[in-house]
């Protein structure tokens, strides 16, 4: 049963990388993006890294795809045109996707990788919890403060635009 999941996931990725490759269209290559990212997030739950999952929806398909898709749909109404790629190198870029998977694939198959420790989800995530407020503490704070002063920043741009 696992394997047939692994397989639908594994065309589910598939797909969206294809789109994204050979679609004319930004917004469609946006949505294929969040689709190849949940591809993802659905591998990390077969390899029974829930968190890796959960953070992969949030963060990746949830944030920068959303944010990609508003920032070409803004670019868009700000132009007042249509905004659409038209490369005659979609087909190069194909092949060299391909190329890439198949390089990706032979190493992947050529690794021993051994078997290493398993940890439940829950002592996983304990111990990331652990390791970002003792270790990596500073680079914690850092990053809250740089997201808090982006949003401080998104606010008053919302503010300053919506007063013009």
């Known amino acids: ?14 797909l969206g990388v294809s789109i994204i490759v050979l679609s004319n269209n ?12 949940v591809g993802v997030a659905g ?21 920068v795809v959303i944010l990609l898709a508003f920032g070409v749909m803004l670019t ?17 870029g194909a092949i060299i996707s391909i190329v890439i998977f198949l390089g990706f694939a032979y ?12 940890r439940t989800p829950s002592d996983q995530i304990q111990q990331i919890g652990i390791a970002f407020l003792t270790k990596h503490l500073l680079a914690f704070e ?3 403060f ?5 949003l401080v920043g998104a606010a008053y741009l919302a503010k300053m635009s919506s007063d013009e």
């Open 76 to 92: 868009n109404r700000l132009r007042g045109e249509k905004v659409v790629t038209d490369s005659g190198n979609k087909w190069i």
């Open 26 to 37: 930004i917004v469609h290559a946006a949505y294929a993006l969040a689709l190849t990212l």
């Open 107 to 118: 190493l992947i198959q050529s690794t021993d990788f051994g078997a290493g420790e398993i």
């Open 1 to 14: 049963m696992i394997g047939i999941i692994h397989i639908f996931i594994s065309v589910l990725i598939l």
């Open 43 to 63: 591998m990390y739950v077969l390899m029974n890294a829930e968190l890796l999952a959960v953070v992969q929806i949030l963060i990746y398909a949830g944030g």
């Open 142 to 144: 850092l990053i809250a």
């Open 146 to 150: 740089i997201l808090l002063v982006a």
